[in-house]
């Protein structure tokens, strides 16, 4: 029966509630979904700084893109020919998915506040601090609170930090390209698309892509600039992000590598330490010898002594 309740029914039964002294709320109830904040939490601005930083607290790999006023229509086809090329890179029972890569528009700003709070603002720290606001559970500390607030206004980044490297690559219109897990392969299947460069990137050609070569995707793609990424924390320019694009095998291509050189070194530190060992062994040996005829000479010129 509840299914068919409207609002007018709702709006009835309110007064009934409100007229009972146990159902009333406190006059300074907050609801959990909505605690206090130093932003008005409605505002788009303050959903992007949550969105922003639990993006970049839970992806792994992102690219950074500069872009110059793209149309709908160019994003629409730049999409389009990403999602073909990402399909096409995803083997079969693979644990990531093509379709999970999205190229998204940022709000720079906003993107430079989460940037800032998901490297340095730290929950634990603002709790510990004295006249932090507190709530019904505890002390708030999130995202959008007074405390977070203060503790980023006037924050000197340190030059070594990931936000100081990236933070002038993204000024203007910037785009990034968020995907959920570190994937070479699918990596390299989008920058043939966003930002080719032969050899080891090409761009597809007319004949086995032909949507690639229409006008708005062409136009679009003379309007976007790589200029870097952040993969697990760090900061790498175009040239990082085609290294490790250009990883064969993906990952454990690169494990096998690392296992390759942890062999190599130690069957060279084997080989060292045995040559080593047979060189000693060697010297004792000759030394040995040496002294065994040395001895044997004198046994025999002292018989000789007796003889004569």
């Known amino acids: ?55 970049l607290r839970t992806t792994p790999l992102i690219l950074f893109f500069q872009h110059s006023n793209l149309t709908a229509d160019e994003w629409s086809a730049l999409r389009r020919e990403l999602n073909a090329s990402l399909a096409a890179a995803t083997p079969e029972g693979s644990a990531v998915d093509g379709r999970d890569v999205h190229l998204q528009v940022l709000r720079t700003r906003m993107f430079n506040v989460a940037l800032k709070l998901a490297e340095f603002y730290d929950p634990e720290v603002a709790k510990a601090k004295p006249g932090v606001q507190t709530g019904t559970r505890g002390p708030l500390v999130h995202d959008l609170s007074t405390a977070a607030y203060e503790a980023m206004k006037n924050f000197e980044a340190p030059e070594d930090s990931a936000y100081a490297q990236i933070s002038p690559l993204l000024c203007g219109p910037t785009a990034a390209l968020v995907f959920p897990a570190v994937s070479p392969a699918h990596l390299a299947a989008a920058l ?21 070569y229409e006008p708005q995707c062409q136009s679009a793609l003379q309007k976007l600039l790589l200029v870097g990424g952040r993969i697990e924390g760090d900061v790498f320019d175009v040239e990082g992000v085609k290294w490790v694009g250009g990883i064969e095998g993906g990952l454990d291509g690169l494990r096998a590598q690392l296992v390759y050189l942890l062999q190599s070194a130690g069957l060279g530190l084997t080989t060292a330490l045995e040559g080593g060992s047979k060189s000693l062994w060697l010297t004792l040996e000759g030394r040995r010898t040496q002294l065994e005829d040395e001895g044997k000479e004198g046994e025999k010129r002292t018989e000789e002594t007796k003889s004569e």
Request: no cysteine.
């Open 192 to 212: 043939k698309i966003l930002s080719p460069s032969p050899p080891k990137f090409p761009a597809p050609t007319r004949k086995k892509n032909p949507g690639y």
């Open 1 to 55: 029966m509840a299914r068919y309740l409207t609002t007018s029914t709702a709006r009835l039964a309110a007064p009934a509630a409100s007229s009972h002294p146990s159902l009333r709320l406190p006059a300074d109830y907050v609801p959990p979904t909505k605690p206090p904040s130093a932003r008005p939490p409605e505002t788009r601005k303050s959903q992007l700084i949550r969105t922003y930083t639990s993006l």
